[in-house]
């Protein structure tokens, strides 16, 4: 006889197929029972979990959006007072 208890999880398939076939995310029990999250949510935080590689460009990109922010502010101010 198997003793425990019920537990809502999250299996999501893939990833690095090198290193790993399955992820399994265990979800807390106040957030199923609150119904303060979807179906869809949690298989969207599980999936962007599951590809870190997909983050760090995104982490990168963002970088580079900032600092090309960054020097286009600073440019305009330099135009501005070389004109005035």
Same mark, same amino acid.
């Given at each position: 006889?198997?003793?425990g208890i019920t537990r809502q999880v999250v299996v999501v398939q893939g990833?690095?197929?090198a290193m790993?076939?399955?992820a399994i995310f265990l979800v807390r029990d106040d957030l199923v029972s609150q119904g303060g999250v979807s179906e869809e949510a949690l298989l969207?935080? #599980?999936r962007r979990a599951c590809s870190?590689?997909?983050t760090l460009w995104?982490?990168?990109r963002d970088r580079l959006?900032?600092?090309g922010c960054g020097a286009g502010a600073m440019g305009a101010l330099w135009l501005?007072? #070389?004109l005035l």
């Amino acid at each position: 006889m198997v003793k425990g208890i019920t537990r809502q999880v999250v299996v999501v398939q893939g990833g690095d197929p090198a290193m790993f076939e399955q992820a399994i995310f265990l979800v807390r029990d106040d957030l199923v029972s609150q119904g303060g999250v979807s179906e869809e949510a949690l298989l969207e935080e #599980a999936r962007r979990a599951c590809s870190p590689s997909l983050t760090l460009w995104a982490r990168i990109r963002d970088r580079l959006l900032w600092a090309g922010c960054g020097a286009g502010a600073m440019g305009a101010l330099w135009l501005a007072a #070389a004109l005035l």
